[in-house]
């Protein structure tokens, strides 16, 4: 079960955490995007390439010390199809180097279109009759709300092909509350989605104690982490918001079960652009974000007893 192979990647590193590989142009340094200009001139292919080159430097530093990678696919269709040949080519990369993968697609539509999501970034796409690999994610972030009918196409490749999916509960954005802490009865919107995940993770359990349904917790609301770690015993967290958008170690470590283990902590811009934080040599920059990523592994398990299997 997908979610098994990211607890186990989890272990052996001793890292909860993600990389968000969200490259806009500007993050990558001079000297990159200088080399591809007088190659390709100004164009989408030379930005393609240009992040295809800072995503695989940035992969080669950090493959053995973190778990997983998650690239936000906007940054990568911003550069048309040529950036989407890099989203493809990273996803590869870094499956190719033992780590998992998490497409931040955020992808919801009615059943039908749904299946064709769910082809094209969890399951094989049938061309004739053979069944080809489009992108080959381990995982994919959705959309929820449009009811079971949006989920059961990916619960189908999730079973198939072991793959899973994180489903968005409480977002780690300002305005999430104006719907999403809105009471239904006596639960709020995002209680109500984190019970839709726990039913259907039931079809898709892992050895572990989780399922291949995961939920979205921001990092930026740690009451609400707490909660849902409480009510949703069997949901693997994502936590986006540590750093750029303000959460921090101790608040993501609510989302943690007694094993270290239930949730996984992305960062994004703080890992990319940590050569610019550090005010250090460009050329330097996959370096920096390799330090980066132990401060923050450092950081974050400080707060947790342990990472260990349940016993
Ligand atoms: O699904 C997500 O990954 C996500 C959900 C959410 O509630 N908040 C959130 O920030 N994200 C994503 O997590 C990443 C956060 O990036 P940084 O703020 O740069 O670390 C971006 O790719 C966001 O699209």
């Not at 769910?118 to 009811?147: C, P, Q």
Request: glycine share 10%; charged share 25%; proline share 4%.
């Amino acid at each position: 079960m997908s979610m098994d192979r990211l607890i186990e990647n989890i272990v052996k590193t001793q890292n909860p955490s993600v990389v968000g590989l969200d490259p806009k142009l500007e993050y990558v340094p001079e000297f990159i995007k200088e080399k591809k200009f007088k190659k390709y001139d100004r164009t989408l292919k030379a930005a393609a390439k240009a992040i295809l080159e800072f995503n695989k430097c940035i992969i080669d530093e950090i493959h053995d010390i973190c778990p997983a990678i998650k690239p936000q696919a906007a940054y990568y269709e911003m550069y048309g199809y040529e950036g989407v040949k890099t989203l493809y080519k990273t996803i590869q990369y870094a499956k190719e180097k033992g780590m998992f993968v998490m497409t931040d697609g955020k992808r919801n539509d009615i059943g039908a279109t749904m299946e064709a999501y769910a082809a094209a970034h969890l399951g094989l796409t049938d061309v004739g009759g053979e069944k080809i690999e489009a992108f080959g994610a381990d995982a994919l972030t959705v959309n929820g709300y449009l009811g079971s009918d949006g989920i059961n196409p990916l619960l189908e490749q999730c079973k198939l092909y072991d793959k899973g999916i994180f489903v968005l509960v409480k977002t780690s954005n300002k305005s999430s509350g104006e719907l999403q802490d809105l009471k239904i009865g006596d639960k709020t919107v995002y209680a109500t989605m984190g019970d839709m995940c726990e039913k259907w993770g039931s079809e898709v359990m892992g050895k572990y104690g989780y399922s291949g349904v995961g939920a979205v917790v921001g990092a930026t609301y740690p009451e609400q982490l707490a909660e849902m770690r409480a009510a949703l015993p069997h949901t693997f967290f994502l936590v986006p918001g540590y750093g750029a958008q303000g959460g921090g170690a101790e608040g993501v470590s609510k989302g943690f079960d007694k094993n270290g283990l239930g949730a996984i902590v992305n960062s994004s811009r703080g890992v990319m652009c940590a050569y610019k934080k550090e005010e250090c040599d460009e050329q330097d920059f996959a370096k920096a974000a390799r330090r980066e990523v132990i401060r923050m592994k450092e950081d974050i398990i400080s707060y947790l007893p342990r990472i260990a299997f349940p016993d």
